[in-house]
């Protein structure tokens, strides 16, 4: 007997593993190359806008920029939920919808609405639909308890130190003033008052995709050089992309394996089925067609292994890709590389047959009164 069995099994896992792996890569090529996300739905970063207001002229050239396809303001605060400290947004829109990657549910669009990062929702054991109690701080210095319903999971970009990849809270301009400031006749105050203590106000624009965005942010760019920033790509990402090594570090030992099992079956092949190479060729095969049946035997092991190894390893590349996103917090889109997968389905024949050259030259070369001598 011949060990087909764990052949097999080590060819399944080898393209399994590659085939994952590829998944993986592409998956994490995509993400770092879409902005959009990793919560950066936005081009441009309008900060330290005076009393947190905008400058009027620069309002009015956004809003008339035919470029411009979305304009959020807001501003960042500090909050406590469930008793543990939490950076925050409250923003709103004043030109499309706002400018943040939602992962999950839908961005807060009313009072007593809130959306997390992902980091944030996991340490607060909170999901969609859930309720959190979230403390504020009035302009009169007592904190302020108001219970919040979970609607959405956000990709946050880089605020201010304040929010980051997966962690955060957003609210509406209007939820959070609701909850600071509850209906009374000092309410008007009371909001005047919030706005004045407020830090750092903004504006995140958005522009079209192509040439016309690229010169619509050039001339922002210019004109506002003191207060217009880009969007800066979050550490956490950075870092994720360099510990992406590992999983290529696994999938190319696994495919190590495979493919010592492959030459491990066809040697034994050869030398455990001596005689009924041998009885091949006292009945007329010659050199080049015992060879080529010992091709056939790495070529079908391979097609195999192809057939099996592929659909798992895109299954298991995307289910890994897909927690490793939902972990880190950005909206979890898998990409699955056609072209790559053909190649490598040639590619694991092509080798397959070349590991195999060796034992299939070993048995041609053979003579037949060797191979049938009774040992």
Same mark, same amino acid.
């Given at each position: ?12 896992? %080898? ?7 590829? +998944? ?67 923003? %709103? ?5 706002? @400018? ?18 992902? %980091? ?10 859930? @309720? #959190?109690? @979230? ?14 319903? +979970? ?11 304040? #929010? ?48 016309? /965005? ?29 510990? #992406? ?52 035997? &790495?070529?079908?092991? &391979? ?9 798992? /390893? ?15 917090? +950005? ?16 590619? @694991? ?14 048995? %041609?070369?053979?003579? &037949? +009164? ?6």
């Amino acid at each position: 007997s011949v060990p087909v069995g764990t052949a097999l099994a080590g060819m399944v896992l %080898a393209v399994m593993a590659l085939c994952g792996t590829g +998944v993986f890569g592409a998956s994490l090529s995509h993400l770092t190359s879409t902005p959009k996300l990793y919560g950066h739905a936005f081009q441009l970063n309008f900060t330290d806008l005076p009393n947190g207001q905008p400058d009027p002229a620069l309002l009015e050239s956004l809003e008339h920029d035919s470029a411009i396809t979305g304009i959020t303001k807001g501003f960042v605060t500090e909050v406590s939920i469930n008793n543990r400290s939490v950076g925050g947004v409250a923003v %709103a829109a004043l030109r499309g919808g706002p @400018v943040f990657s939602t992962v999950k549910g839908r961005f807060p669009s009313g009072d007593g609405q809130i959306a997390l990062g992902g %980091a944030t929702m996991r340490q607060l054991g909170a999901h969609l639909g859930s @309720v #959190v109690h @979230v403390t504020v701080t009035p302009p009169s210095g007592s904190g302020r308890t108001v219970p919040f319903q +979970v609607v959405s999971q956000v990709a946050f970009p880089v605020l201010s130190g304040v #929010v980051g990849l997966g962690t955060g809270v957003a609210f509406t301009i209007a939820g959070y003033e609701d909850a600071v400031c509850p209906p009374s006749p000092k309410q008007a105050a009371c909001q005047r008052a919030t706005a004045e203590v407020t830090g750092g106000s903004g504006l995140l624009v958005s522009v079209v995709p192509g040439a016309a /965005g690229r010169a619509a942010i050039n001339h922002y760019l210019d004109m506002y050089p003191s207060i217009t920033s880009l969007g800066t790509t979050p550490t956490a990402l950075v870092n994720f992309g360099e510990a #992406v090594n590992f999983p290529l570090i696994f999938g190319a030992m696994l495919a190590l394996f495979g493919a010592a099992t492959l030459v491990h079956l066809l040697v034994v092949s050869v030398s455990r089925r001596r005689r009924e190479i041998g009885l091949l060729k006292a009945l007329g095969f010659v050199n080049g067609q015992v060879a080529s049946a010992v091709a056939w035997q &790495a070529t079908t092991l &391979a097609l195999v292994g192809t057939v099996v190894g592929v659909p798992l /390893g895109i299954v298991a590349g995307r289910a890994v890709w897909m927690a490793f996103a939902t972990n880190l917090g +950005v909206v979890p889109v898998s990409v699955v590389p056609v072209w790559t997968v053909v190649g490598l389905v040639a590619g @694991v024949i092509v080798v397959a047959n070349i590991l195999g050259l060796a034992p299939a030259l070993t048995a %041609a070369r053979t003579n &037949a +009164v060797q191979l049938l001598r009774t040992t």
